[in-house]
């Protein structure tokens, strides 16, 4: 977090001192998060060692200015900014007119057309889980959604089977991850400039995983296969002057960032909505239930989601309870008002959803699993109150992609088997995403 004068704002309280902060932050981040909105109310001065401070805010009126209403006056907190150092400058990191221009040129990437298009892809790749499946095996849930989810992302960017680089993809996700803290911490810089471990592991294995990527880019010769993968759309783009409006380093970051974040959080989403439905025998029944109805035996399809409203439900359920990308850092660049907090330029706000979205404020029965409450006749949350793909013009570009496989995975899965995770409450490990720490061992039954 960035130096930060106090915000004017009269309820705003501070909770502990510096070091107190930090060590409880690194301790268990979610409790400490949680322990801000309990203690100090929906916002909080939070100060932090070394003049790095920041605002916490958890009042969905707030979250909708800072994402929405006044998206332009912010960048990304530092953890993203930092994590230019795997995804580069690609979509997810790029700022300003340079995110702008990226953004203009990849959107029709992600056009609904296209996008339905890949659903053939994603039920494909769950069928092939389904099939190696066995009545009674035992298997890590996380791995084998974290497996699928990566040869859906590898077939639909690159049309190629990328499973026989997971060991590689792998690898480079977990360096990431045993150093993703660091970027919160004073000093954090003057840290990757030491021959520590975790440095040098994680720049081998970024050098490793770039020469994978850009062979893959540069492999492509002539024109693209009769279904043209993301990249070839990439590829595709053209600047005004006919020129290709990407080079092959920027499409390797927008591939990056695609292959790595866009796997790695529906993988986490459907490995916590497994344990959702195991802890919840009601809510499964009905989704095998209305699977059965609408689909019979006969594999789903990207038009079949919209006759799967109770199945879409117990995805965006499971983003509530687990979102993935579980907070957000947003650092002020010029002196804003936010309702009735002011922040000046260069001042951080941290919000989460992990505790927007289990706020009694904003949800009845907010820790109970409950697909029921995103169906009619109930009302939709207040602006501000579920963000799990962001908000505004930062909203995730690939919120229907993965949407959709959620919805397809659990479509193909659900009907033909029941997953019993063996630990009723797994411990997470809250990092870049929600992982259930040391995976989710778990029993398969067919139905």
Known sequence: ??????????????????WQNAAAYLRDPLGYMESLRRRSGEIAFVPFPGGHSFVFVSEPALIRRLLVDEGSAFVKGRALRAARRLL????????????????????????????????????TAAERTSVRWRDGAVVDVNAEMTGLALDIVGRTIFDADVESEAPEIRRVLNAGMRVFHRFLLPGGELMWRLPLPATRQFNAARGDFDRMILSLIRGRQGPPAAAPDLIDHLLAL???????????????????????????????????????????????ERLRSELVEVLGDRPATAA??????????????????????WALARIATRDVRLGRLSLAEGGTVVISQWVVHRDPANFDRPLAFDPDRWLPPHEPPA??????????????????FASLEGVLVLATLARRWRVIPHDPAPAIDARFTLRPRGGMPATVRAV
Not at 1 to 18: D, E, K, N, Y
Not at 384 to 391: L, R
């Open 1 to 18: 977090m960035t130096s930060v004068r106090q915000p004017r704002v009269s309820t705003a309280r501070r909770p502990g001192r510096g």
């Open 88 to 123: 580069g400058d690609g979509l997810l990191t790029s700022e300003g007119t340079d995110h702008l221009r990226r953004r203009r040129l990849i959107q029709p990437v992600f056009h609904r057309a296209l996008i339905d298009r890949y659903g053939e892809a994603m039920v």
């Open 238 to 284: 053209r600047s005004d002057d006919g020129s290709r409006a990407l080079s092959d380093e920027e499409i390797r970051d927008e591939a990056v960032t695609l292959l790595l974040a866009g796997h790695e959080t529906t993988a986490q989403a459907l490995t916590w909505a497994w344990h959702l439905l195991a802890r919840n025998p009601e809510p499964a």
């Open 304 to 325: 079949d989601a919209a006759a799967l409203p109770y199945t879409q439900a117990v995805f965006k359920e499971a983003l509530r309870l687990y979102p993935p990308v």
């Open 383 to 400: 602006a501000g109150a579920y963000f799990p793909f962001g908000a505004g013009s930062r909203l995730c570009i690939g919120e229907r």
